[in-house]
Every structure is written in C-alpha cells, then in structure tokens.
C-alpha cells in the first residue's frame, strides 16, 4: 500500500494575471494566491468575476505602493 502525498501548499504572487488561467492552476496545485497584478483593467474585471476574494492590483502604479497601502490600512 502507498504512503498518501501531504498535502503541497504554497504561496503565488501571479504576475500578468490576465483573465486568471494560471491562478487557476496554481490553485489546483495548492497554491494560495496572495496578490494578482494586471495592468488591462479589462481582464481585472474578469480576473474579479473569476477570483473575486483575491486581492489585485491593477493599472500601471508601482506594486510596491499596493502592497504598503495595504499593510498601512491593517
């Protein structure tokens, strides 16, 4: 008899979400998605409908600033 796999986690910060197909497979694999950047606010809008707990960033700012007004709003 086999030995069951633990179960695989890890940590994405999906770069060029576009509409979330790579999300999707990294959630698949275990994955937990902690920031998506996409800079065409129509794919964010789908990116939203798709993932709607994942936080985004989207447009062209710097993703440092996202992620600093995020720690400061906490």
């Not at 129509?42 to 798709?50: E, G, P, T, V």
């Not at 709607?52 to 700012?61: C, F, K, N, Q, S």
């Amino acid at each position: 008899m086999r030995t069951p796999v633990p179960c695989l986690t890890f940590s994405v910060i999906s770069t060029f979400s576009g509409c979330g197909g790579s999300c999707l497979g990294y959630r698949v694999a275990g994955g937990k998605i902690h920031l998506a950047v996409e800079w065409n606010k129509a794919a964010a809008a789908i990116y939203s409908l798709n993932f709607p707990g994942t936080p985004r960033h989207v447009g062209a700012a710097h993703v440092r600033d996202t992620i600093l007004r995020r720690e400061t709003d906490a």
